[in-house]
């Protein structure tokens, strides 16, 4: 990493001139084998002219410092091509070159002392020849360099052209100028051949390097457009992101990259193929800011961030441990960013030195911050489509969209759903494939008008199914603007409204039906009010009359209707207040037969009403409201399901059956044990298959639109499961239908209570009774009655009244018979209030209205009678002497108002 991080701190012409030196000193290292190769043979034959001139010990000598000189040279030929030592290494070489040229030099330079004769000019030619040949061929091989071949020519000349010059002759001192002149023509021819090498070797270097950033650039562009392939096709973000920093690692020796995206304010990992994994894991996740790395600053920051060295630098100082422990020095981070300038993550360079990036790694990392914003700006706004998307595919309103002349282009699942068209039904038609006829040609025109001028259409409207059937729809219309703010298409959302539409006719009829229950609550008041006035008169006509046994009968008979039409008003009660549960031990079979006589005035008189009731009294813990309204709704689907069938009829049956392991196995869901089976059924129309597992949810219906809610049977079934029971159904089309109801019996025997024929009246013995009422005809038939029970009778025609005639006789009165509705002081505050001046005090409560409404619930809960009106004269005989009794004992009755 010592040669990365010099190449670092090196500029292009730094580096080219290193790669010029050490293809000079390669050339001299090339030339060293021949070189030494033709020195050793020049040497011999040097050694052979001279053997008889020369002491042949000095000749061995010189031949000896030739051979050393010629191994070295040589020996340094091999170790040079044999290291191959690169750029940063040459100045070594360099200099090793230079010693073994002074060396090989100083041999040769010898030979113009040793191997000279002094007394022979011919062999002092000789040497002259043989050395000027070698320094001539110096030119040729050691003039890559000035330096090496300088002191070549001058180790190898100089000593011979001072011999010249010492000799002392003239022919001898002439040639010692013209040695000096050849030096000099040497030089120069070194020198021009030294600057012919230099060029040659730089057009080279320029020319390879030229050739090099060409395949690099070929390399690089081709391996770019592969991203830019991988993102066209839509490859995974991660595959493109590893090509990414694969990329420029290859570009950079010794340089590991990672990218990293931007998600809220945390980066996660995206890629680092060099990078190990646990350091991935460590450092995804990491919080931006000011001072967290220079990932985590640049991002934060927008800006680019490059940190010299990890170990000093305060922006790693909180995660320069778990980096460090990776071999990360330097770290160079760009932010990547959209193209509004949004920042979506960071590229980063990794260096294992400490170091800043040269000029080629800044703008490599401008290139891979580009590229990547590509793909995360591509990456996000796939993620963006792919949940508007989904979003859209799996919204709950039907969406649909067209171009901007209204053919469509899309429609949701949901629509699909909404009208049964499909894809293929309409994709190029127009949405007048929906037009129901319930809207106007007008409507229409206001609808396109307002959409085509850029504004958002909202209203209902009907549309038709592809079935033919319409639907209720709350319909938003938007245009859709493209960047020039032109309308490309325009998008619908509708809301399904028919549950809506259910639940305002649910809401409707809770409404009719609340005010039936008060206008029902007011009559049966004011009608209670006048049968009590009747049946307290026929109690005293039957009175006048013992001895003439045919009126007795004839008022009897006006008594039992009196009290008929009373029921008929609780059944009334009963209907309009249906939304209260009571569940409380109930006769079924003596139960359902009222609601079946009531049901006989709803059923057109075409149609038989069958009835087949067992005997038992089949005790249920029930609640009367709700079992008559789905007995209702029962018999009332019956009616509908008659319409247009020959000899229309309506079965209900009760009676019991027993669930045991043999019934179980067809019912597998039941639980044994005795229940009371109600069954309903018709020769109607029957139920299709296909409808029948949809029979009991809310709102569905197979009626005409107006015909039904879609609520009976889910009622039906709502108030079988409340009663703890089951239902069944039994449908075939074009023959009829039948439902079975199964309620759990109740252990207990029933019990019913003493007849009011067998009831005998109970007569006073003058004790005083105070009867308050508004309505003076109960007062005045009251008081007449109670007087024929043997009662002294005050009257008071409201509460505050009553208080007052207590207050004053409280020692006398033994019972008040109160009213609970009444002007000024209603009966329960009245009987608070004398009971503060009377604790031990007996109140029996009368009233026309609902008991369960006019009474509080710890008033109905206590003690206290409670008689409804009109009442029994035999019952209201029975409670007063009860409550006289009771005063007499002094028992204390525990009720509180």
């Known amino acids: 990493m010592a040669k990365e991080a010099a190449s670092n701190t090196l500029s292009h ?19 060293a084998a021949t070189a030494s190769f033709t020195s050793i043979v020049v040497a011999c034959l040097l050694a052979v002219m001279q053997w008889h001139v020369i002491a042949q010990d000095t000749i061995i000598i010189w031949l000896a410092l030739m051979f050393v000189a010629t191994s070295v040279r040589f020996i340094s030929f091999a170790l040079f091509f044999k290291v191959k030592p690169d750029v940063y290494k040459i100045h070594v070489w360099e200099k090793a070159q230079f010693f073994i040229t002074v060396l090989a030099g100083s041999a040769w330079g010898s030979a113009g ?71 000099t023509f040497l030089m120069i021819s070194a020198n021009q051949s030294y600057s012919i090498n230099l060029e040659n070797i730089s057009m080279r270097i320029r020319s390879d390097a030229s050739k090099q950033k060409l395949r690099i650039s070929e ?32 570009r950079h020796g010794g340089i590991r990259c990672s990218l990293l995206e931007l998600r809220g304010n945390q980066l996660l990992h995206g890629s680092a193929p060099s990078m190990p994994e646990q350091y991935c894991k460590d450092l995804n996740g990491l919080i931006i800011g000011p001072d967290v790395g220079s990932c985590g600053t640049a991002v934060f920051t927008g800006k680019m961030v490059l940190v010299e060295d990890v170990a000093t630098d305060p922006k790693w100082a909180t995660v320069k441990d778990v980096v ?85 282009e899309y429609i949701n699942p949901a629509f699909t759903k909404l009208s049964g068209y499909t894809e293929e039904d309409l994709l190029g038609k127009t949405p007048r494939e929906l037009k129901s006829g319930f809207q106007s040609e007008a409507y229409y025109q206001e609808l396109w008008g307002t959409i085509t001028s850029g504004k958002v259409w909202t209203g209902s409207i009907i549309d038709r199914r592809k079935d ?238 107006g015909k039904g809610t879609g609520l009976g049977l889910a009622m039906v079934f709502g108030a079988i499961k409340t009663h703890q029971g089951y239902i069944e159904v039994e449908s075939k089309e074009g023959e009829g239908s039948a439902f079975h109801l199964y309620i759990p019996l109740l252990d207990q025997a029933f019990q019913p209570a003493a007849s009011k024929a067998e009831m005998p009246i109970v007569n006073g013995n003058g004790e005083v009774v105070l009867l308050v009422d ?85 008033v109905l809960s206590s003690e206290v009678p409670v008689l409804a009106k009109p009442y029994d004269v035999k019952l209201l005989s029975k409670e007063i002497a009860s409550a006289i009794s009771a005063a007499e004992k002094e028992v204390v009755t525990n009720w509180s108002i």
């Open 13 to 31: 012409a730094d580096t080219d001139a290193l790669k010029i030196r050490a293809a000079q000193v390669t050339i001299l290292y090339k030339q």
């Open 113 to 183: 002392v040793l191997m000279f004769p002094q007394a022979s000019f011919e062999y002092q030619a000789g040497t002259l020849v043989v050395l000027t040949g070698m320094a001539a061929g110096a030119v040729t091989t050691l003039s890559a360099l000035r330096k090496p071949v300088a002191t070549f020519l001058l180790l190898v000349l100089v000593p011979m052209t001072a011999n010249f010059f010492l000799t002392g002759s003239d022919t001898a001192f002439l040639i010692g100028i013209l040695l000096l002149m050849y030096i």
């Open 219 to 250: 390399q690089f562009s081709k391996e770019t457009n592969a991203i830019l392939e991988m993102m066209a096709k839509g490859e995974g973000a991660r595959r493109i992101y590893d090509a990414i920093t694969s990329l420029y690692e290859s």
């Open 324 to 408: 460090l422990g990776y071999g990360i020095r330097s770290a160079w981070s760009k932010p990547v960013l959209d193209s509004s300038g949004k920042v979506l993550g960071s590229f980063c360079m990794y260096g294992e030195a400490p170091g800043l990036p040269n000029e080629e790694q800044l703008a490599d990392m401008e290139s891979a911050a580009h590229l990547a914003s590509i793909v995360l700006e591509r990456e996000q706004r796939d993620v963006s489509l792919r949940k508007f998307s989904r979003a859209i595919e799996q919204a709950g309103e039907a969406i649909l969209i067209t171009d901007v002349r209204g053919m469509i």
């Open 468 to 705: 033919g059937s319409s639907y209720p729809a709350m319909m938003s219309i938007a245009p859709i603007l493209n960047d020039q703010g032109e309308i490309t298409n325009f998008v619908s959302i509708q809301q399904d409204m028919t549950e809506h539409q259910a639940l305002e006719n649910q809401f409707r009829q809770a409404q009719k039906m609340e005010a039936l229950g008060t206008l029902v609550g007011g009559i049966a008041h004011d009608f209670n009010n006048i049968l009590a006035g009747m049946t307290g008169n026929l109690y005293l006509a039957k009175k006048n009359t013992e001895d003439r046994p045919d009126v007795q009968r004839k008022l009897s008979n006006v008594e039992d209707l009196s009290f008929r039409a009373a029921d008929l008003i609780q059944q009334l009660l009963t209907f309009a207040l249906r939304d209260m549960v009571t569940m409380k031990p109930l006769p079924l079979a003596t139960f359902i037969k009222e609601p079946l006589k009531l049901m006989r005035t709803t059923i057109p008189e075409n149609i038989k009403l069958r009835r087949d009731v067992c005997t038992d009294s089949l005790l249920i813990n029930g609640d009367a409201t709700q079992l008559q309204q789905a007995l209702i709704n029962l018999v009332n689907n019956a009616r509908d399901a008659l319409e247009g069938i020959d000899n229309p009829t309506i079965t209900v049956r009760l009676n019991t059956v027993e669930v045991d392991s043999k019934f179980l196995e067809n019912h597998p869901y039941f639980l044994k044990g005795v229940y009371a089976h109600l069954q309903v059924q018709d020769n109607g129309c029957g139920i299709p298959s296909e409808h029948l597992d949809h029979l009991f949810e809310p709102f569905f219906t197979t009626k005409e639109q």
């Open 774 to 858: 508004d309505e003076a005809h109960i007062r005045a038939t009251g008081k007449e009655v109670l007087e024929s029970l043997g009662y002294e009778v005050l009257l008071a025609k409201d509460g505050q009244e009553a208080v007052d005639i207590y207050s004053k006789s409280f020692k006398r009165i033994k019972v008040v018979v109160m009213d609970v509705v009444m002007p000024k002081l209603g009966g329960v505050e009245a009987a608070h209030q004398i009971m503060a001046l009377n604790p031990n005090v007996k109140v029996i409560f009368a009233s026309g209205y609902d008991i369960e409404e006019a009474l509080p619930e710890n």
